[in-house]
């Protein structure tokens, strides 16, 4: 039964360990991806 209960947990661990990953890696890139082309659009409206 500890066994049982040890492996429940670790499963239940690596499943939101995952999820909070892949949110963050593309919460990363949403932020990188946006304040690059914030910076394009802001450089050819002062450009034109």
């Given at each position: ?14 499943f939101?360990?995952?999820?909070l ?28």
């Open positions: 039964m500890l066994r049982f209960v040890e492996d429940l947990a670790g499963s239940i661990y690596d939101f360990k995952f999820l990953t892949s949110l963050s890696y593309i919460l990363a890139g949403m932020i990188i991806v946006g304040v690059l082309m914030f910076l394009f659009v802001f450089l050819f409206n002062w450009l034109f």
